[in-house]
Structure formats: structure tokens, C-alpha cells
């Protein structure tokens, strides 16, 4: 059986083509939740930070755009002047 093509003649995308399964040893780190964080009063590490230490060796990303919840800096200024 021949695989389905779009009207570009490229295979129907699905899940597992836009979002393949992660190899099983793949370690997943999670991270505190904006909610969770801002109800932990005693807390000094923020979302960024943790985000920062989970992915320092794997991307190579400017965090400094980014506000201490991990949210692009330049998208909330959009926002407010819409």
C-alpha cells in the first residue's frame, strides 16, 4: 500500500511526524509550575532558572530575554500595546 499524499505530494503528517516519541532514555526534568511557584513563599530559584539548569547542556539559548517565569520579554511589551 502506497503511503497518502497531501495536494503537495508530501506524506499526510501525523503525531508521531510532527512530534516523534522521545528515545527511552530520555531523561525528563519537570519544572515548577508559575502557579506552584508563586504560592511557595520561601522559594529563591525561579522558572527561568530552572529552566536554565535543565537545558545549559543541551541548548545554547540568550536567557536574557526571557522574564524570571521563562516568558519571551518582547511578547508581553506586544501585548501591552495592543
Known amino acids: 500500500e ?3 499524499l497531501d495536494r503537495f505530494g508530501l506524506p499526510i503528517a501525523t503525531e508521531d511526524t510532527i512530534f516523534p516519541p ?3 532514555d530520555t531523561v525528563l526534568i519537570p ?3 508559575s502557579f506552584q511557584m508563586k504560592q ?4 529563591t530559584t525561579t522558572i527561568l532558572e530552572e529552566i536554565r ?3 545549559k547542556d543541551h541548548l545554547g539559548i ?4 526571557f ?7 518582547t ?8
Open 2 to 4: 502506497e503511503p497518502k
Open 22 to 24: 522521545l528515545p527511552p
Open 31 to 33: 519544572a515548577t509550575s
Open 40 to 43: 511557595t513563599t520561601t522559594t
Open 53 to 55: 539548569d535543565a537545558t
Open 62 to 65: 540568550d536567557y536574557s530575554y
Open 67 to 73: 522574564d524570571e517565569f521563562g516568558v519571551e520579554k
Open 75 to 82: 511578547t508581553e511589551l506586544r501585548e501591552t500595546r495592543m
